[in-house]
């Protein structure tokens, strides 16, 4: 009989050592020579196999916008034979990257207007985003913090860590602090620890959590060591970023499980992207297997207004039909919330299919997935609806 895990390795292709066939395991598994060998360059690209012309025409255009960098892990997952493969569409450019339309922005969720401190983002009333880094083990062409991130674009990113910290420490409403980049597990177990100590010293800060592609592009990176100190500051959660199924290889599920096996629960945040993730059938494999390896998939994202995006963009009626097609038909803990930032610094905005058809102080009218309909009656006593006309009218004409 098999085992449950062998089963399900079944599920999981490996391709590694794949482009790299002479590598031997210790190098291929050894994170440093995963950073040292990654792509970067359009020789580096050519080598490997033939460009298409959009392609060529990306890498030569997009230099100074955001680094060109794939490890050879994730390089792997690409199909050479495929020019709309999923996971060369993320992290290859391509020349509709130069282009620009005249709604997109450089910081389409307006971190720059909300940082009390450089590196800080404080947009919520309880809890702040903390940039500290701006390198990533590889670069989606998609990136929000583009401006900032791989070193290249318009801004630098000047993190201020001790006026950060004081900022911390003075403002006693925050009690969640969420590490972020560029990418956190980039830092060296040292430089991390580091910050997570000055972190937990704050007394009022209940809950850290980190927003990381690493055991995505770089599973190689989940060390035991890493895993153990991480262990020491707890409660401590992790939002890792999978946009495809094929992502999730076994080295990354090994990468996922040893962290969960420390304590750390693990959400999963995908971009929604046309030639990506944009198909119901995708999505439901892509979540179905997230459970798998024990992360919770937690939000979609409308791709942002970020400069040349607009051939990654979907149609916001795209996230509402993935999430109509997932609510109800699977498991409640594999559908995620599906969200807008909203453009200029909003933050983030729930987007659902309408399941409420009708309420008022009476009785609610609903649907459901089936698109049955249902009504249930509304007690005087707790007051209004929140989903009607009226609230709309209240808020945007006061
Ligand atoms: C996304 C985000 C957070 C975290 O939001 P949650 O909904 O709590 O996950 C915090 N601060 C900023 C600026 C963010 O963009
Ligand atoms: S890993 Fe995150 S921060 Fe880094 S390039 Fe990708 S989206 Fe941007």
Same mark, same amino acid.
């Given at each position: 009989m098999h085992s449950l895990a062998e089963t399900a390795d079944k599920r999981f292709l490996s391709f590694a050592p794949g482009f790299w066939s002479t590598i031997v395991p210790e190098l291929w598994n050894d994170w440093k020579w995963q950073l040292k060998n990654r792509i970067t360059n359009l020789q580096q690209l050519e080598q490997k196999f033939a460009l298409t012309p959009e392609e060529r025409a990306g890498?030569?255009?997009?230099?100074?916008?955001?680094?060109?960098?794939? +490890?050879?892990?994730f390089f792997n997952l690409i199909d050479p034979e495929d020019a709309d493969c999923p996971i060369r569409r993320q992290v290859i450019p @391509?020349?509709?990257?130069?282009?620009?339309?005249?709604?997109?922005?450089?910081?389409?969720?307006?971190e720059d207007s909300h940082m009390p401190v450089?590196?800080?983002?404080? @947009?919520?009333?309880?809890r702040v985003l903390f940039l500290v880094t701006d390198r990533c083990?590889?670069?989606? @062409?998609?990136?929000t913090r583009s401006r900032v991130v791989s070193g290249v674009g318009e801004h630098e990113l000047h993190t201020n860590f001790e006026e950060a910290y004081r900022y911390l420490e003075t403002h006693l409403e925050?009690?969640?602090?969420?590490?972020?980049?560029?990418?956190a597990l980039l830092l060296s177990d040292d430089k991390l620890r580091g910050i997570l100590r000055r972190l937990r010293a704050i007394e009022h800060i209940e809950?850290? @959590?980190?927003? +990381?592609?690493?055991?995505?592009f770089l599973p190689q990176r989940i060390t035991p060591e890493l895993c153990r100190m991480l262990q020491e500051f707890h409660p401590l959660w992790m939002s890792v970023h999978v946009n495809h199924p094929r992502e999730l290889t076994t080295e990354v599920r090994t990468a996922l499980e040893r962290l969960v096996d420390h304590g750390i629960p693990l959400g999963n945040q995908s971009v929604l992207?046309?030639?990506?993730?944009?198909d119901l059938t995708v999505m439901r494999a892509l979540v179905h297997k997230l459970v798998m390896c024990r992360v919770r998939p937690y939000y979609i994202y409308q791709c942002d207004l970020i400069h040349g995006s607009a051939h990654l963009r979907t149609s916001v009626a795209k996230g509402i039909e993935i999430i109509e097609g997932l609510r109800g038909h699977t498991t409640g803990y594999a559908v995620p919330q599906f969200v807008i930032d909203a453009p200029g610094g909003g933050g983030k905005v729930p987007i659902n299919p309408g399941y409420i058809l009708y309420h008022d102080h009476e009785k609610i009218v609903i649907r459901n997935y089936e698109g049955k309909i249902f009504e249930y009656p509304e007690s005087e006593t707790t007051g209004h609806s929140s989903a009607s006309s009226d609230y709309v009218d209240e808020y945007l004409y006061s």
């Open positions: 890498v030569i255009l997009s230099g100074n916008k955001l680094a060109l960098a794939i +490890t050879p892990h @391509r020349v509709e990257e130069s282009y620009q339309s005249p709604l997109e922005m450089a910081d389409p969720c307006g450089p590196g800080l983002v404080h @947009r919520y009333p309880d083990a590889s670069y989606c @062409r998609y990136c925050i009690r969640d602090v969420l590490l972020s980049g560029g990418d809950f850290v @959590r980190i927003g +990381t592609r690493v055991p995505i992207l046309k030639g990506v993730n944009d």
